[in-house]
């Protein structure tokens, strides 16, 4: 996160931070410590803060990981909303499942296990609010796919689209090229989209908000 703001900049919005939950934080441990990628809390408040202000009926997330950004949109949504989150990773759906249930939101929050690529075709209702934090490789035909999916003057949330600040770096590791190429190419898609209205903001690890105006 340091190629993306500073050092000091990130330290003094820590100092800020005022997060409770018992819960929360104890995913956030958990994810850290297996190294398991969850969406950085100062992007899960802007979601949260987004899914707040627009107070969407359905919600789709593509990517649950272990159910920490799913748990963070499920709280906010209003009282007839749902969340769909697709997972494709055996490993992961327990923890979510776990997660969820702690949470007691299992009847806010349906996981669909499978890949999205095979799984979203066959979804049928538009949903108001879409989140994106899958496969980098993938995001280009899921986005296609998502925008399908999407209301007119529905919201789509892209994470990783600064990626660590490879995005914009001249050098980069080479574990990391392949797929900061795949989002160096996603975003000069999504920016420049005819059906979105679109910004990627510095907040995390880069964030892409797009508004369906077609």
Same mark, same amino acid.
């Given at each position: 996160? #340091?190629?993306?703001?500073s050092s000091e900049?990130?330290t003094y919005?820590?100092?800020?931070?005022? #997060?409770?939950?018992?819960?929360i934080l104890?995913?956030?441990?958990y994810?850290?410590?297996h190294?398991i990628?969850i969406?950085?809390?100062?992007?899960?408040?802007f979601?949260e803060?987004?899914?707040?202000?627009?107070r969407p009926d359905?919600?789709?997330?593509?990517?649950?990981?272990?159910?920490?950004s799913s748990i963070?949109?499920?709280r906010k949504?209003?009282?007839?909303?749902? %969340?769909?989150?697709i997972?494709?990773?055996?490993?992961n759906?327990?923890?979510a499942?776990?997660?969820i249930e702690?949470?007691?939101?299992e #009847?806010?929050?349906k996981?669909?296990d499978?890949?999205?690529l095979?799984?979203?075709?066959? %979804?049928k209702?538009?949903?108001?609010f879409i989140?994106l934090?899958?496969?980098k490789?993938?995001?280009e035909?899921?986005l296609e796919?998502s925008l399908?999916l999407l209301r007119?003057?529905?919201?789509?949330?892209?994470?990783?689209?600064?990626?660590?600040?490879?995005?914009?770096a001249k050098?980069?590791?080479k574990?990391f090229?392949n797929?900061?190429?795949?989002?160096?190419?996603f975003?000069?898609?999504?920016m420049?989209?005819?059906e979105?209205?679109?910004?990627?903001l510095?907040?995390g690890?880069?964030?892409g908000?797009?508004?369906?105006v077609?």
């Amino acid at each position: 996160m #340091e190629t993306i703001i500073s050092s000091e900049q990130l330290t003094y919005l820590d100092g800020l931070r005022n #997060e409770t939950d018992p819960l929360i934080l104890e995913m956030e441990d958990y994810a850290g410590k297996h190294r398991i990628p969850i969406l950085d809390w100062k992007a899960a408040e802007f979601l949260e803060q987004l899914i707040m202000a627009q107070r969407p009926d359905r919600v789709l997330e593509i990517g649950t990981a272990i159910g920490y950004s799913s748990i963070r949109i499920a709280r906010k949504l209003r009282k007839r909303g749902i %969340l769909h989150t697709i997972e494709v990773s055996k490993d992961n759906i327990p923890l979510a499942k776990s997660n969820i249930e702690k949470a007691h939101l299992e #009847e806010k929050i349906k996981i669909i296990d499978g890949d999205a690529l095979e799984i979203m075709p066959g %979804l049928k209702k538009k949903y108001d609010f879409i989140f994106l934090d899958a496969d980098k490789e993938d995001y280009e035909k899921l986005l296609e796919m998502s925008l399908v999916l999407l209301r007119k003057r529905g919201v789509i949330f892209v994470d990783n689209l600064l990626w660590k600040g490879f995005t914009a770096a001249k050098t980069v590791p080479k574990k990391f090229q392949n797929s900061t190429e795949h989002i160096r190419e996603f975003n000069k898609k999504f920016m420049s989209h005819p059906e979105l209205k679109s910004s990627i903001l510095p907040i995390g690890d880069g964030i892409g908000l797009g508004v369906k105006v077609k």
